[in-house]
């Protein structure tokens, strides 16, 4: 039984690094506010933590997140804010999805 304990959490802890490195290298925000893009397009900030999901469902690597800007619930994928217009920055820092307490 021990042994299926440790093959679970290597699993897991390589699943977390792999999410982690896929984000950092495709130069996503790593942990904390990060600017996500819903199904629609709409833009916002959520707080993103790779391998952790508080305020969404998660599928595999999708995330099911309610936005802010439509109220509907979509499946959220993190962007490169380097890949935004200053427009597009903007309007995403400014709406934010709810806060953790």
Do not use: N
Request: with cysteine; hydrophobic share 45%; net charge positive.
């Amino acid at each position: 039984m021990k042994s299926r304990r440790r093959i679970a959490v290597r699993i897991a802890a390589a699943s977390l690094l792999a999410e982690t490195l896929v984000l950092w290298q495709r130069g996503y925000g790593l942990g904390g506010d990060v600017v996500v893009r819903c199904r629609e397009g709409h833009l916002f900030t959520t707080i993103w933590i790779p391998g952790i999901s508080v305020k969404s469902l998660r599928f595999l690597w999708w995330r099911l997140e309610r936005c802010p800007v439509g109220g509907h619930w979509s499946v959220v994928t993190p962007v490169a804010e380097l890949e935004l217009t200053p427009d597009e920055r903007a309007t995403a820092r400014a709406t934010k999805d709810i806060r953790i307490p």
